[in-house]
């Protein structure tokens, strides 16, 4: 198994919502990874995990929680949005973070759309 | 810090064409350099990579990289695209000492023509 999940694909909602992204990996991996993608934009790193500790927050607003369960899920708890953080939110993972970050993988991504 | 600079949005080019996409990067420290692609509606898939050793790399798909450290460049290239390479490339590098890090580049869109 060589694929990270994300649910769901695509999810719309209002600014006064609570909604919650999912990812999940089988490859074993111990650091995981959220970016953000605006439309014909590059990726921007917004957290990483490692061993289930958040390690990096790259200055994201509280109103994005991550949160990492377990070392197969990965989860990003999202509370009183704003139209501009619609984007597509993309899950990655990669083996242990010490040494080499030789490859990550992607997930499809959840396309986010806050009304 | 790092940076990456893909000076060319979109990179037009007929079916069994050669192509360059071009990629430069800036650091004060040694650095990985990686090329990834994305097609519609899809996560990103890495196409191939520059750690150490060879500075020309070859990747999946028939795409090759060459590093040059004088010019701080690591173009892609292949000899000859078809259609379904119609993708977003982009160029990336990581510092060597945090190596979760990774830095993308804008994107190149590479539209094959029939």
């Known amino acids: 198994d060589t694929e990270v999940t994300q649910t769901p694909k695509h999810l719309v909602m209002g600014m006064t919502n609570k909604k919650s992204l999912k990812c999940e990996q089988h490859?074993?991996?111990?650091?995981m990874y959220w970016y953000k993608q605006k439309a014909k934009k590059p990726p921007e790193l917004m957290f990483v995990?490692?061993?289930?500790?958040?390690?990096i927050n790259e200055s994201v607003p509280s109103r994005f929680s991550p949160e990492c369960p377990n070392s197969s899920l990965l989860n990003l708890h999202l509370h009183a949005l704003q139209p501009e953080d619609s984007a597509l939110y993309l899950c990655?993972?990669?083996?242990?973070?010490?040494?080499?970050?030789?490859?990550?993988?992607f997930g499809s991504g959840t396309q986010l759309s806050v009304l | 810090a790092q940076s990456v600079t893909q000076l060319d949005s979109q990179v037009p080019v007929f079916e069994e064409a050669p192509v360059e996409l071009r990629c430069n990067y800036s650091?004060?420290?040694?650095?990985?350099l990686f090329w990834y692609v994305q097609y519609p509606n899809q996560g990103l898939q890495l196409l191939l990579k520059?750690?150490?050793?060879?500075?020309l790399v070859k990747g999946i798909n028939g795409f090759e990289a060459e590093f040059n450290k004088s010019q701080t460049s690591f173009h892609l290239r292949k000899p000859s695209v078809h259609i379904s390479d119609t993708a977003e490339y982009f160029c990336?590098?990581?510092?060597?000492?945090?190596?979760?890090?990774?830095?993308f580049g804008t994107g190149t869109l590479l539209a094959v023509q029939p």
């Open positions: 650091s004060s420290v040694s650095v990985y």
């Open positions: 990655a993972s990669s083996h242990p973070p010490t040494g080499v970050n030789e490859k990550l993988f």
């Open positions: 990336a590098v990581s510092d060597r000492g945090a190596t979760n890090k990774l830095i």
């Open positions: 995990y490692s061993y289930e500790k958040l390690s």
């Open positions: 490859m074993g991996h111990r650091a």
């Open positions: 520059y750690l150490s050793g060879s500075t």
